[in-house]
């Protein structure tokens, strides 16, 4: 891995989305731009990438704390899900675009339901998000069968949407909650419409014993038999992996969205970062949805992603801060597939920069910017967002939400659901 080195009194000049200067100030004084930020005691970053999460639930914010993973989904959130209508996700997705775009994420991946609508939240936000409209069979082919044909056509339609902002990915629930045929036919697709697949991975340790009694098997082996490993991969949470299923994710290059916060919450366990890392495995960082985390806020995962692996194994010299760093950004580009357009502060790449404002008592003095950063740093301290040369947020001011109104809908819509 190549270190990059901060630049001091730097300057990133960008033209047509496009970043056409990145380096010292002194060098750029012949640029002539429209518009000129002085970022004076802030510091550029790429945009921070969420490679997991179910945005609109934001809805569901603080609605079932304190449970274990099933009864939260089955006595909680999917009752909740029922009563859902589209437009309440567009108003939940839009709260969640709000979030990140204040927390300094520039792009994120979803899995859930009415994508379309989210893909709509994602265009008027100014985002770049990776989309796949989920898949669950739970025992129903006919079910599984329309919800692949759901997931197709999302891809099909909304792959590249929003001047590119959009791309799309197949979203297969979890091997545990879709048969071996139709993980095939996902694959199939998959390979057909050139995307690649979101699934969520060995959840927890409950689920990965009942998996093996059922079916002989780990989550992975199961998933290596169907061929769904060939595709480009993007696999939620990885906790409590043997060695041969992590053999297997590197074998097939298999990109891991580490999700500690949620994993903590729920009482999950911690997935093996550093031996996945160490097999050359590709992590980068998500939040999962609002309901179990119950933030958007990268910030606060890189150093919960940190913290986590260091007591996993009791070893503070684990996932050092510059790492975490790159999971949170070309880790994590590299994750959804994007990495020779985001991820990284180049020219030629894409102009998705935020400027984090370095001026507060909590991040000074600046030893070691990498470790302000993951450990000091929080998403309020962001000021300014760029998304594909645009300017999403500037001095924290939203330029592209309502800010007022998304929350009073959101407010309201949460409620409303309640009563349903
Ligand atoms: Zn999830």
Redesign the pocket.
Known sequence: MKKRTPIKDGAVATKDGKITFVGKNAFATNIQAEKKINAKGKAALPGLINC???VPMTLFRGIAEDQPLDVWLKKAIWPLEAKLRSEDIYTGALLGCLEMIKSGTTCFAD?YFHEDVIAKAVEKSGMRGVLAEGIIEAGDKTLGEKMLNESVNFARSFHGYADGRVTALLGPHAAYSCSPELLIKVKEKASELNVGVHI?LA?SKEMFKEFEQRYGSSEVEFLNKTDLLNRHVLA??CIDLSVEDMQLLSKDNVNVAY?PV?NMKLGLGAAKIKDLVDLGVNVGL?T??PA?NNSLDLFETMKMAALLQKLTYSNPKVLPVYDVSRMATINGAKALGLERNVGSLEVGKKADIILVDFSKPHLRPLHNIYANIVYSARGSDVDTVIVDGKIVMENQQVKTLDEQAIMKKAEKTAWDLLSR
């Open positions: 997991h999460t179910h899995m969520h959840e939620a949470h999700v949620a998500g999962d949805g179990s």
